[in-house]
T-cell receptor, first 112, second 115 residues
Framework: QKEVEQDPGPLSVPEGAIVSLNCTYSNSAFQYFMWYRQYSRKGPELLMY????GNKEDGRFTAQVDKSSKYISLFIRDSQPSDSATYLCAMSGSGSARQLTFGSGTQLTVLP | EAGVAQSPRYKIIEKRQSVAFWCNPI?????LYWYQQILGQGPKLLIQ????????DSQLPKDRFSAERLKGVDSTLKIQPAKLEDSAVYLCASSLDRASGNEQFFGPGTRLTVL
C-alpha cells in the first residue's frame, strides 16, 4: 500500500465548476499537508500549505484536512482554464527534515 | 528573485551511457533536493543536501547514481551507467533550510530519455 493515494483522473470540468481533489494517506506521523500545482513541462509550485486538521482558504482555493479519516481535499471554486494542470498532494512529518511524500497527482482540465 | 535553474532541459542517451544534470538553487537556500518523477507519478526524493552535506540519500540507487554539492550552492546528479527505467524527469528543488522543507521551490526539470 502506498503511503499517499491520489486518484490520477483525468478530471475534466466546464469553466466555472467547483472542483474537488482528494488524497488519502496511511502514515499517522504526517502533520503538514501541501498541495502543489504542476503545469505541463514545468516543476511543481506550492499552492496551499496547512498544518494538522482544519480548513484554509486562499482566494478560490480551499484546503481541508481531516486527520481522523486520513483524508485531505482541495476545492477550487469558479474554475478557470488556467487552472488546467496536475495537482499533487504532498505530506511531511514533524521531524526536522521536512521531507515530502507526494501523491501521484490528479490531471485536471477546465474546458472554456 | 531568480528561481531554481536546471540544465539541460532535455537529454536523450543510449542505455549504459552516462549523463549528468546540473542545478543552481535559489540564492541563500541551504537545502537542496533531487527528485525523480516518472511519467504519471509524483516526485520521489533521491537525495537531500543541507549546505554541502548529505541529509538523506536512502532512496538513491548508489550503484549507478551519485550527487554532489561541493561548495554548498550548485549541485550535480550523475547516472552511470543509465538503464531504460531511468527515463524520467529529474527535478531539483531548494528550500531556505530543512525546517522550511514544506515550502520547496522546484526547477523546470531535466527530461531524460534512455533508449
Amino acid at each position: 500500500q502506498k503511503e499517499v493515494e491520489q486518484d490520477p483522473g483525468p478530471l475534466s470540468v466546464p469553466e466555472g465548476a467547483i472542483v474537488s481533489l482528494n488524497c488519502t494517506y496511511s502514515n499517522s506521523a504526517f502533520q503538514y499537508f501541501m498541495w502543489y500545482r504542476q503545469y505541463s513541462r514545468k516543476g511543481p509550485e506550492l499552492l496551499m500549505y496547512t498544518y494538522s486538521s482544519g480548513n484554509k482558504e486562499d482566494g478560490r482555493f480551499t484546503a481541508q484536512v481531516d486527520k481522523s479519516s486520513k483524508y485531505i481535499s482541495l476545492f477550487i471554486r469558479d474554475s478557470q482554464p488556467s487552472d488546467s494542470a496536475t495537482y499533487l498532494c504532498a505530506m511531511s512529518g514533524s521531524g526536522s527534515a521536512r521531507q515530502l511524500t507526494f501523491g501521484s497527482g490528479t490531471q485536471l482540465t477546465v474546458l472554456p | 528573485e531568480a528561481g531554481v535553474a536546471q540544465s539541460p532541459r532535455y537529454k536523450i542517451i543510449e542505455k549504459r551511457q552516462s549523463v549528468a544534470f546540473w542545478c543552481n538553487p535559489i540564492s541563500g537556500h541551504a537545502t537542496l533536493y533531487w527528485y525523480q518523477q516518472i511519467l504519471g507519478q509524483g516526485p520521489k526524493l533521491l537525495i537531500q543536501f543541507q549546505n554541502n552535506g548529505v541529509v538523506d540519500d536512502s532512496q538513491l540507487p548508489k550503484d549507478r547514481f551519485s550527487a554532489e554539492r561541493l561548495k554548498g550552492v550548485d549541485s550535480t546528479l550523475k547516472i552511470q551507467p543509465a538503464k531504460l527505467e531511468d527515463s524520467a524527469v529529474y527535478l531539483c528543488a531548494s528550500s531556505l533550510d530543512r525546517a522550511s522543507g514544506n515550502e520547496q521551490f522546484f526547477g523546470p526539470g531535466t527530461r531524460l530519455t534512455v533508449l
